[in-house]
């Protein structure tokens, strides 16, 4: 069973920037593709970023393309979320997923696609 942390959360400015950490307890997270969802008050949860197994392949949302960026650090077992020039539409608890075998991007950008969540955080964007 796999663990996913989130943090690194927080109420910011609009144009700021925030990083998200996603922990991961198991040691084959190396070979899990990895994403980014949130949900925002009233709203379904949508998908943000993802990046496969070996974080060659990058996938993100039209709304936050060119302004977020995915990663991930094997030697930590942790993936991340850079989210710059922030906007109060991207206030939501974000949640970190990891899937338990690779998948196609259509996969990696649905929710039902994963196999592990995290508890999420809060990220909120003042005006």
């Known amino acids: 069973q796999v663990q996913l942390v989130e943090s690194g959360g927080g109420l910011v400015q609009a144009g700021g920037s925030l990083r998200l950490t996603c922990a991961a307890s198991?040691?084959?997270?190396?070979?899990?593709?990895m994403g980014w969802f949130r949900q925002a008050p009233g709203k379904e949860r949508e998908f943000v970023a993802g990046i496969n197994w070996s974080g060659g392949r990058t996938y993100y949302a039209d709304s936050v393309k060119g302004r977020f960026t995915i990663a991930r650090e094997y030697a930590k077992n942790t993936a991340y979320l850079q989210m710059n020039s922030l906007k109060p539409e991207d206030t939501a608890v974000y949640y970190c997923?990891?899937?338990?075998?690779?998948?196609?991007?259509?996969?990696?950008?649905?929710?039902?696609?994963?196999?592990?969540w995290g508890q999420g955080t809060q990220v909120t964007v003042s005006s």
């Open positions: 198991a040691g084959t997270f190396s070979n899990y593709p």
């Open positions: 997923a990891a899937r338990r075998r690779g998948g196609s991007e259509d996969t990696l950008r649905v929710g039902a696609g994963y196999d592990y």
